[in-house]
């Protein structure tokens, strides 16, 4: 396992415990950009938890009465008819022919199959599985000792764009990268706690995302991150200035390097905790994750959450916390040109295909776009009719009916 501390002379150890940064408060902007990119996938984790858990039956539908007692596991919103009922185009009810079993079961329409087997697709495409195994293996080597608790793993796995079966699917294609490990300690329950552990330290994997633009960089400038403030965000000069001129000067210190050498509360360790989140968020096919997760990922570094949100706090030109769909989400700036993302990953093409399909509900026999029902009611504008051709829509009816 790599852990490299860096040869300094007494005077550079002693400038590493120094702290400057400016008391000054920084508040909180909202960015409606942002918060727009963050609310299109409300309730899209839930969708894809239910949706693998009705295909993983034999007969890929399942009765409705067996899904609602599994609303916490699936993180539904509400209860799970409901849930259903709200994404008409994604989920069908229907009453089984045999006449012995009459209550309603729910299935995927033929257009959310359709999705699915695509995704399915790209999932087995071995060129995405092996970034897949890369990117997992970058997140262990981050991680204190090359290991994270399963646990942890699970509540990345969607914003990862790691399959939900990744142990039984994923792992035994990679055995030389990863192993399953008893981390030597237990729960608040006595249970013992496993772990994926990385099986060798990958030099060719030990390179951030930021260390790769400088080898792009011809001139070997020094390594700034992109601050991108949203208009109207008054960050004071003080501040400003002390971000410019002395915090983006200071060396990067690597995410995949051992810097628990550094003083807690030096401008040296803040810099390479900013290093650790914009590498993580990095590492998501979204470039975002919820708070709670990041803050996880921090206590079992050792970091704890107060070092991980002052880093948040103290740089909302790199990273932004956004209070929409019933959590707090952090996003990568720079990943992001207004509501859009500046390099999609190919999996989130699929998952805006699911978006899409949310996004349609009925009015009057007619699908149309939620959110244009939405602004019809706030009498902002009237319907906007996803498609006014009759035959469009008998061929919506007909893939439906054909499905009964």
Not at 148 to 164: K, Q, R, S, Y
Not at 267 to 275: C, N, T, Y
Not at 306 to 329: C, D, E, M, W
Request: proline fraction near 6%; aromatic fraction near 8%.
């Amino acid at each position: 396992m790599k852990c490299e501390v860096l040869q300094l002379s007494a005077t550079a150890r002693r400038h590493l415990h120094l702290r400057t940064f400016i008391n000054a408060r920084i508040k909180w902007v909202r960015d409606p950009y942002l918060d727009a990119a963050v609310e299109r996938e409300k309730n899209l984790k839930s969708l894809h938890s239910l949706k693998n858990l009705i295909l993983s039956h034999p007969s890929q539908s399942l009765p409705l009465s067996a899904i609602s007692p599994l609303k916490p596991h699936l993180s539904l919103p509400t209860t799970a008819d409901k849930f259903i009922q709200s994404y008409p185009f994604i989920f069908k009810i229907f009453l089984p022919p045999n006449k012995t079993n009459p209550f309603p079961h729910v299935k995927l329409t033929p257009k959310a199959l359709s999705i699915h087997c695509d995704e399915l697709l790209h999932l087995n495409m071995s060129r995405y599985r092996l970034d897949l195994a890369q990117r997992l293996a970058k997140l262990l080597m981050i991680a204190r000792g090359g290991r994270l608790p399963l646990h942890l793993i699970d509540t990345l796995t969607f914003d990862l764009g790691l399959p939900h079966d990744y142990l039984l699917t994923l792992l035994p294609e990679f055995p030389d990268y990863f192993q399953i490990c008893d981390l030597g300690f237990r729960d608040s329950n006595g249970e013992i706690v496993f772990g994926l552990g990385l099986l060798n330290w990958r030099d060719d994997l030990a390179l951030s995302e930021m260390e790769k633009r400088r080898d792009c960089d011809l001139n070997g400038m020094q390594i700034k991150y992109s601050m991108n403030l949203p208009k109207g965000f008054d960050l004071q000069k003080r501040v400003e200035d002390w971000v410019e001129q002395q915090w983006q000067h200071l060396p990067y210190i690597s995410p995949y390097e051992n810097a628990f050498h550094l003083s807690p509360n030096s401008d040296h360790a803040e810099r390479w905790m900013v290093g650790v989140i914009h590498e993580l968020l990095s590492l998501m096919v979204t470039k975002k994750t919820e708070r709670e997760n990041v803050f996880r990922f921090g206590e079992f570094l050792g970091i704890g959450r107060v070092r991980v949100k002052k880093a948040l706090v103290h740089f909302p030109g790199i990273f932004y916390v956004s209070n929409k769909i019933r959590t707090q989400t952090v996003v990568l700036r720079e990943a992001y040109r207004k509501k859009l993302m500046t390099e999609k990953h190919p999996l989130m093409a699929i998952r805006n295909r699911y978006i899409s399909l949310m996004e349609l509900v009925l009015r009057r026999g007619r699908p149309v776009r939620g959110a244009a029902v939405r602004r019809r009611e706030r009498g902002r504008t009237c319907l906007r009719v996803v498609s006014n051709k009759k035959e469009d829509w008998n061929r919506w009816r007909r893939s439906d009916d054909d499905d009964d």
